[in-house]
């Protein structure tokens, strides 16, 4: 049986459960129920090939020792020894002193985990299943990994999950342009299930990971911080089944919820590579931790402004922002001022409202900027869909291969050679100003983008509006004749 087949029959078995109500529920077990598997296979390889490695997990609480046995623990006895002693356990794990890392990773996930399954019976068979996959074979886990991904794709028709996810072409095309290398502190402060994160160890392998020290190296240089216990357990289950041996770093968190001053130099990183939540706000108090010329309860715009505060000089980063952070006034435009002030605002690639549907119907942007000089000139690159499509959709989402012609375009990593056309146009900085620093700049060369002369349209407006009114007149006066009759 293929692992994805076996993923698919375990949810199937699960569906069974009275207690486990919902997709996002149903994942949120399996999830749990991966974690220790993933962990345990890791541990048993680890206890073969490093003298004196211990398990973060007590004994007792291995899965070997109380999940492997197909004729093991079930019913009542399960359920009792899953609630009462093992989730306890993992939540109480000791995380003080040196070395603990992989005890701190357990604890963090079990923190705000529950188990929803009230039949033992089904647990158990739940449980069998998950035994056939060996998390220790490459070729297996790399199966279950495009498994994991479907079922983070699955999250997205839980509820509000899909905020939890980018498509995979998306974060891809944003790491293959910023170019990551081992050794660089890259930083996703809204980390979601760890998509940028995953996506940047494999730009990274692919390229400059050539002896064990550059993995080491990469492994030691990430930072990521997620606030919703779902999405952080999922992306530390993700970490793990991408051959990261202390996901600790991704740690559970809101990143907003630290003052802005409090940021030091110590703190700043070389990369940034996120898709921040937007169209939502911040819990009262939260503003309160940012200047009072940044205060605002809209999580979007509080993370553009710690983002200009983390980059070190000569620090990059790539960006989703939605439409309205382009045109917004007030706070928006006074970062928006800070950030040209601050960073070079290089590169603005603008996607069709498509590329987040069915989930998000929404007009959204891929930011491009380095810290350390002020911005001149703004290159503008509009997406479109490719040729014969309307748009995108869940049977035909966007591929990385939709962006080649931007790649192409690119100029390689000194930007050299662009030209406008088409799809690019190029805007600079005094424009930008004279604008009130409103960066929703249409494309000139669109036909779509010419509206015509506002004058005009204003005037044409007013007749077919006294055209309504006269219409409306005579339907009047023909209801008054006909009633009077």
């Known amino acids: 049986m293929s692992v994805s087949t076996l993923v698919k029959s375990i949810q199937k078995i699960m569906r069974k459960d009275d207690g486990v109500d919902g997709d996002a529920q149903r994942i949120s077990q399996l999830c749990w129920l991966f974690f220790l598997k993933i962990i345990d296979d890791q541990d048993q390889d680890f206890e073969l090939t490093r003298e004196g490695y211990q398990s973060p997990v007590p004994d007792r609480f291995q899965w070997r020792n109380w999940a492997a046995d197909p004729e093991g623990l079930t019913g009542e006895a399960l359920i009792r020894f899953v609630n009462d002693e093992l989730f306890p356990a993992m939540k109480a794990l000791p995380v003080i002193g040196e070395g603990l890392n992989r005890k701190r990773v357990v604890r963090s996930v079990f923190e705000d985990t529950y188990n929803f399954m009230k039949s033992g019976q089904v647990l158990r068979q739940v449980i069998n299943k998950i035994n056939d996959i060996d998390f220790n074979n490459?070729?297996?886990?790399?199966?279950?990994?495009?498994?994991?991904?479907?079922?983070?794709?699955?999250?997205?028709?839980?509820?509000?999950?899909?905020?939890?996810?980018t498509p995979r072409a998306v974060t891809a095309f944003m790491v293959d342009r910023i170019d990551p290398k081992p050794g660089e502190i890259i930083f996703d402060p809204s980390c979601g299930t760890g998509g940028f994160l995953t996506c940047a160890m494999k730009h990274m392998r692919d390229r400059y990971v050539k002896r064990p020290e550059d993995e080491k190296l990469m492994q030691a240089s990430f930072r990521a911080v997620e606030k919703k216990p779902l999405p952080h357990m999922l992306c530390v289950t993700?970490?793990?089944?991408?051959?990261?041996?202390?996901?600790?770093f991704v740690r559970h968190d809101n990143t907003l919820a630290r003052p802005y001053i409090?940021?030091?130099?110590?703190?700043?990183?070389?990369?940034?590579?996120?898709?921040?939540?937007?169209?939502?706000?911040e819990e009262d108090g939260i503003e309160s931790n940012f200047p009072a010329h940044f205060r605002t309860r809209e999580t979007a715009d509080l993370f553009l402004a710690l983002f200009i505060r983390l980059l070190r000089s000569g620090?990059?980063?790539?960006?989703?922002?939605?439409?309205?952070?382009?045109?917004?006034?007030?706070?928006?435009?006074?970062?928006?001022?800070?950030?040209?002030e601050e960073c070079n605002l290089h590169t603005i690639v603008r996607l069709p409202n498509s590329v987040f549907k069915p989930y998000?119907?929404?007009?959204?942007?891929?930011?491009?900027?380095?810290?350390?000089?002020?911005?001149?000139?703004?290159?503008?690159?509009?997406?479109q869909v490719p040729e014969g499509q309307k748009a995108y959709s869940m049977t035909k989402p966007i591929r990385f291969e939709h962006f080649q012609n931007c790649i192409d375009w690119w100029g390689g990593a000194a930007r050299a050679g662009r030209e406008e056309g088409p799809q690019a146009w190029k805007v600079s900085i005094d424009e930008v100003k004279a604008r009130g620093f409103n960066l929703d700049i249409k494309n000139p060369h669109s036909v779509e983008a010419d509206h015509g002369d506002p004058a005009e349209l204003l005037?044409?407006?007013?007749?077919?509006?006294?055209?309504?009114?006269?219409?409306?007149?005579?339907?009047?006066?023909?209801?008054?004749?006909?009633l009077a009759r």
């Open 138 to 165: 490459l070729t297996e886990r790399q199966h279950f990994g495009d498994v994991y991904e479907h079922l983070l794709n699955d999250l997205q028709s839980a509820g509000n999950a899909g905020e939890y996810y």
């Open 238 to 248: 993700n970490m793990l089944l991408h051959d990261i041996e202390d996901p600790s």
């Open 262 to 281: 409090s940021w030091g130099q110590q703190d700043r990183v070389d990369v940034i590579l996120t898709n921040p939540p937007f169209g939502g706000q």
């Open 315 to 340: 620090g990059v980063a790539a960006v989703v922002l939605p439409d309205g952070t382009l045109f917004g006034e007030g706070v928006k435009t006074r970062l928006k001022e800070q950030l040209l």
């Open 360 to 383: 998000a119907s929404i007009g959204t942007n891929l930011l491009f900027f380095e810290k350390g000089e002020p911005t001149k000139d703004i290159w503008y690159y509009e997406h």
């Open 459 to 482: 005037e044409a407006l007013n007749r077919s509006e006294a055209k309504t009114a006269e219409l409306r007149d005579q339907l009047k006066a023909i209801l008054a004749e006909a």
